[in-house]
């Protein structure tokens, strides 16, 4: 079964811009979620999403948002790029059979870098 | 609010010697707690998990985690570490009915020598 793929791995942006980034599930998995690792702040939640709602959210502003398709795909925006805007942005997903037991699968992540 | 601890930024072990990666818990309700592990310029991958029953839980590479209510801590070991061992270790907890929203630990960075 393949794991969780995150589109592109890298990329690098100037101030002011927009980034979209992409992130495919585990297939059955109906929850993704987003994460943000700074070295300074570590690992942050940003969103999950299940079954294309927003299900927890995050303490960021709302220059970051996502969204889930019906295939349980998700996209994640982050519009007006700032400086400390630069980051591991890390997709997760869950078979979540709503029993609050199940581990997130990690992708790779998405190295994001804003000039 | 829910936070983890995780009180050495770093450890350093012996190859061959058991290590201990320490972590820290609090939480409303129920805790529901994870360990992962990133290598560099990678994602997280799962270690092991606690959710209930047995306080010694059995995991991935030979790692296990000791879950102690009184003293709210969730301590990874080995009894014997690897050079291949040498990562960055995350503790998280989820409460209830918090889906996939899960409070990380600020990271431990293991360092095995030979």
């Known amino acids: 079964k393949a794991g969780v793929t995150q589109t592109p791995r890298y990329l690098i942006k100037t101030r002011g811009q927009q980034v979209t980034l992409s992130c495919s599930p585990i297939?059955?998995?109906?929850?993704v979620s987003w994460y943000q690792q700074t070295p300074g702040q570590g690992l942050q939640f940003l969103f999950e999403y299940f079954s294309e709602t927003q299900r927890n959210k995050g303490n960021f502003p709302g220059r970051f948002s996502g969204r889930q398709f019906s295939n349980s795909r998700s996209e994640m925006n982050v519009s007006t790029l700032e400086l400390g805007d630069s980051a591991l942005y890390l997709c997760?997903?869950?078979?979540?059979?709503?029993?609050?037991?199940?581990?997130?699968?990690f992708g790779e992540g998405s190295r994001l870098t804003v000039l | 609010a829910q936070s983890v601890a995780q009180p050495e930024d770093q450890v350093n072990v012996a190859e061959g010697n058991p290590l201990t990666v320490k972590c820290t818990y609090s939480?409303?309700?129920?805790?529901?707690l994870f360990w992962y592990v990133q290598y560099p310029n990678r994602g997280l991958q799962f270690l092991l998990k606690y959710i209930t029953g047995d306080n010694l839980v059995k995991g991935s590479y030979g790692f296990e985690a000791e879950f102690n209510k009184s003293q709210t801590s969730f301590h990874l070991k080995k009894p014997s570490a690897l050079v291949s061992d040498s990562a960055l270790y995350f503790c998280?907890?989820?409460?209830?009915?918090?889906?996939?929203?899960?409070?990380f630990g600020q990271g431990t960075e293991l360092s095995v020598k030979p």
């Open positions: 998280a907890v989820r409460s209830d009915n918090q889906g996939g929203k899960l409070i």
């Open positions: 997760a997903s869950s078979l979540d059979l709503g029993q609050n037991t199940g581990e997130l699968f």
């Open positions: 297939s059955g998995h109906r929850s």
């Open positions: 939480v409303s309700g129920n805790p529901y």
